[in-house]
């Protein structure tokens, strides 16, 4: 995300005056915090006038959950930034903590409708949102990849993306039918948990996905196991979660399939990825 200062047309229309614009970190996509507000780069308008809404009225036990403020005229975005109630904490390696927090979470969310956004298949010219829905669809259709290549996707052309990809093909062959329901989750969990010593543990977004709950935890944990230096024995701590074997392995495709599609995956990120498959295979 941009880390160009807010405009102060935009300052102005979410009534935020005489403060001094602070950047904050990725937790909140680029943000910038003034006073109790932070105002954020919207990559996609109706997910971001979507999570607002959502969490204008949305209670979660045990987590302090980022409000929108409206701007004076009512809106959501103005001119693609949106503004929130900051909320204290920064990202920390209390992995098992993220993945209760995802499973209180997903309870609140349990009872919301599909919004139309997640309906809609990736399309050309490609944006991020697009690459990740595409990636979302590959570790569920029956051949993976077939939507991204349907919607023009390049082929990867950098060794780690096509290793990626080959494992994808590979761990597809594992897949087996699951029956938990989909339902709407938050797939980006980790990294944007916020935490502060002992005080609740806060959320600044949620990027919307229509999943089973616990494909959500699994992709906090394929990511923590790949990229936050998580202890292998974080997939047996939540095995009594439904299908849970299925559903780190669809988040692995998933977290593989960004890595094959998106323009700014580095080659560091790959061996994680690949460790990480090694972990999943084992409880298959």
Known sequence: MSSVEPPQHVISTFGLRDVEPAPLG???????????VVLSPV???????????VRETLTVDGVRLARPVRSTDGRYVVSGWRADTF????????HDEVVSLSMRLHAATAQLERPRFLVQPPVAPWADVDVFVA??????????????????????SSTDGKSSLELVKQLATLRKPVESPDQLVHGDL?????????????????????????WA???????????????????????????????????LMFRL??????????????????????????IL
């Open 135 to 156: 990636a979302d669809r590959a570790a569920w259709e029956a051949v993976p990849l077939r939507s991204a290549r349907g919607a023009g996707a390049p082929e990867p």
């Open 87 to 94: 909320v204290a904490g920064e990202p920390e390696p209390r």
């Open 217 to 251: 935890a699994g992709v906090a944990v394929v990511d923590a196991l790949s990229w936050g230096d998580a202890d292998d024995g974080l997939v047996g701590r939540w095995d009594d979660l439904p299908e849970w074997p299925q559903m780190l392995l669809r988040a």
């Open 190 to 214: 980790f990294g944007t948990v916020l935490f502060s010593g002992s005080d609740a543990p806060g959320i600044s977004d949620i990027t919307p996905y229509w999943r089973p709950a616990p």
């Open 43 to 53: 990559a996609d308008h109706a997910r971001a006038a979507w999570s607002a809404k």
């Open 26 to 36: 990725a937790d909140w996509d680029g943000g910038w915090r003034l006073g109790d």
């Open 257 to 282: 399939a960004v890595h094959a599609l998106h323009p700014r995956s580095t080659s560091e990120a790959f061996p994680g990825l690949a460790r990480t498959a090694d972990l999943v295979r084992l």
